[in-house]
């Protein structure tokens, strides 16, 4: 499996989850990576990227302030912490990696922020 994602759960709104993703060293290492979701019935969306240094972060403005995107590059895992969950952040969350060498620059200017590998999702659901 290149990529799996885990740490989804039910928590109530205002709650807080971590999700975790786990890569093969060839999806993993200096790869731009990020996390998009998709809620039931709705298109994916973009959530947050990481660059491969984890200098760089870019995140969705429905997100930002709440949701923390980093990684570990000794572990091969990246992490979004999400907190102050809300209803509307309702979905199942995958994370993606751009394989082909982007720079992060040419990332940020392409489609799905160039990401190219997707793992399986993690259902995350918020009670109000």
């Known amino acids: 499996v290149q990529l799996q994602a885990s740490g989804g759960g039910l928590v109530q709104a205002g709650g807080s989850l971590r999700l975790s993703c786990a890569a093969s060293e060839r999806t993993f290492t200096r790869h731009v990576m990020g996390w998009f979701r998709q809620a039931p019935g709705k298109e994916r969306e973009f959530v947050a990227a990481?660059?491969?240094?984890?200098?760089?972060?870019y995140y969705a403005d429905s997100v930002k302030g709440r949701f923390t995107i980093s990684r570990d590059n000794v572990k091969r895992i990246m992490y979004l912490q999400m907190n102050i969950l809300k209803p509307d952040d309702t979905a199942n969350y995958y994370c993606?990696?751009?394989?082909?060498?982007?720079?992060?620059?040419?990332?940020?200017?392409?489609?799905?922020?160039?990401?190219?590998?997707w793992g399986k999702g993690t259902l995350v659901t918020v009670s109000s």
């Open positions: 993606a990696a751009d394989t082909d060498g982007s720079t992060w620059s040419d990332s940020m200017t392409r489609n799905n922020y160039g990401m190219d590998t």
């Open positions: 990481i660059s491969w240094t984890g200098t760089n972060t």
